[in-house]
């Protein structure tokens, strides 16, 4: 059973930064395909971007593509997600979320791919 925890939303002004965690127990990160995911008021669950299982690639919605990054920390079993020039669109509880099962690369960017979630952390960007 695999158990993942986000960390470090907060209230941001439009235009900062935040990096938000997500630390993995009873698996290894390293083994699964892992993504984020945000969910506004009112609003349906939506991707944000994955980390490949082996190689490390990243792909990202094209509405955080070339603002957010992912990264993971093999050593510490963590991911990150690194967000720039936020804007109060972003706005969302974000999610951290691993699959443990083998799909097709599109597959991974619904909330069906994935087996394991964590709890949400809140960010929330004023303007």
């Known amino acids: 059973q695999v158990q993942l925890v986000e960390s470090g939303g907060r209230l941001v002004q439009a235009g900062g930064s935040l990096r938000l965690s997500c630390a993995a127990s009873?698996?290894?990160?390293?083994?699964?395909?892992s993504a984020w995911f945000r969910q506004a008021p009112g609003k349906e669950r939506e991707f944000v971007g994955y980390?490949?299982?082996?190689?490390?690639?990243?792909i990202y919605a094209d509405s955080v593509k070339g603002r957010f990054t992912i990264a993971r920390d093999n050593a510490k079993n963590t991911m990150f997600l690194k967000m720039n020039r936020l804007n109060p669109e972003d706005t969302a509880v974000y999610y951290c979320?691993?699959?443990?099962?083998?799909?097709?690369?599109?597959?991974?960017?619904?909330?069906?791919?994935?087996?394991?979630w964590g709890q949400g952390t809140q960010v929330t960007v004023s303007s």
């Open positions: 979320a691993c699959a443990t099962t083998r799909q097709y690369p599109v597959s991974y960017y619904y909330r069906m791919a994935y087996d394991y």
């Open positions: 009873g698996g290894t990160f390293r083994n699964y395909v």
């Open positions: 980390i490949w299982w082996s190689s490390d690639s990243t």
